[in-house]
């Protein structure tokens, strides 16, 4: 038999672990599978996505820059991928493409299942509204946080993405030359590209809340900086973004297979390892 063909579809991409998690998922679930990297710009990522359905692709993950034109190449959208406008899993259906998102699920499964936090009732700070962004702010809503209050060096960006969710009573913006000013909040959450281009977000100790918990959706080298600021900051809780990069795979996975696989043997391997890639946790 021969295995079903998948891939990860972003720029940059060369460190990603997907195809180590995948290949260890198809080894404990028995499930053949051929996973690789596409490395494309969005120049090229149409003229891509359609040589690789030819080629017999079934699946595919997309990271930066391409989640919103994933979105764009849908002919189907599952209530995830549409609520957030983004796509980040894509299945091929006969001649089209299915788009899902798994970040947001991935994220709430790593913080409440692995973690045992508690998300419900927490006023909560996302830096960035870009597609990372995108992704986790409908399930964090549905997780129950009392509110969140969305931060951009672009504010039109962010005001698009609050606009999206339809609920000024929940989901907030603020421009970020205020982020000394907006007092503090239970869960500060970066989604942003800062820790991968050397750069520092330069945030206030004010903003984490007493007991606050603070997460990165990068890991390894990119998440250092903002894992040493919220420690400083004296938030309780703090967690990069490896938990989650593993149970997004795993709910894609679920998607192509049939099967959601189990992740601890997994994650535990990669954090033993460091979680040495410097990407964000949606690669």
Not at 79 to 105: E, F, I, K, Q, S
Not at 183 to 204: M, R
Not at 229 to 252: F, K, N, P
Request: negative net charge.
């Amino acid at each position: 038999m021969k295995a079903k063909s998948f891939a990860l579809f972003g720029q940059p991409i060369a460190q990603s672990l997907s195809p180590r998690i995948h290949a260890e998922f198809a080894r404990a679930t028995g499930i053949m599978l051929d996973y690789r990297l596409i490395p494309t710009t969005a120049a090229e990522f149409g003229q891509r996505l359609e040589r690789f359905a030819a080629d017999g692709g079934t699946g595919a993950n997309i990271t930066q820059p391409l989640k919103e034109l994933a979105y764009a190449s849908c002919s189907t959208l599952a209530p995830a991928a549409h609520r957030a406008g983004v796509v980040n899993t894509l299945t091929r259906n006969a001649d089209a493409w299915v788009g899902d998102n798994t970040d947001g699920a991935g994220l709430v499964h790593d913080l409440a299942e692995r973690h045992g936090l508690d998300l419900r009732g927490r006023r909560t700070l996302i830096l960035g509204a870009g597609g990372a962004a995108a992704g986790i702010l409908p399930a964090l809503l549905d997780a129950g946080i009392d509110s969140a209050t969305l931060v951009n060096r672009t504010a039109a960006k962010a005001e698009r993405l609050s606009e999206r969710h339809g609920d000024p009573a929940r989901v907030h913006v603020r421009y970020w030359q205020d982020v000394s000013n907006i007092g503090s909040f239970d869960c500060v959450i970066d989604a942003t590209s800062a820790g991968h281009v050397g750069g520092a977000l330069d945030l206030p100790f004010s903003i984490a809340g007493t007991r606050a918990l603070a997460v990165t959706l990068s890991y390894g080298a990119a998440a250092a900086r903002f894992l040493g600021w919220a420690r400083a900051a004296g938030c309780t809780d703090v967690h990069d973004g490896l938990g989650m990069l593993v149970e997004q795979a795993a709910e894609s996975f679920r998607l192509w297979h049939g099967v959601r696989p189990a992740t601890e043997t997994v994650y535990a391997a990669l954090r033993a390892d460091g979680g040495d890639a410097a990407l964000l946790a949606t690669d």
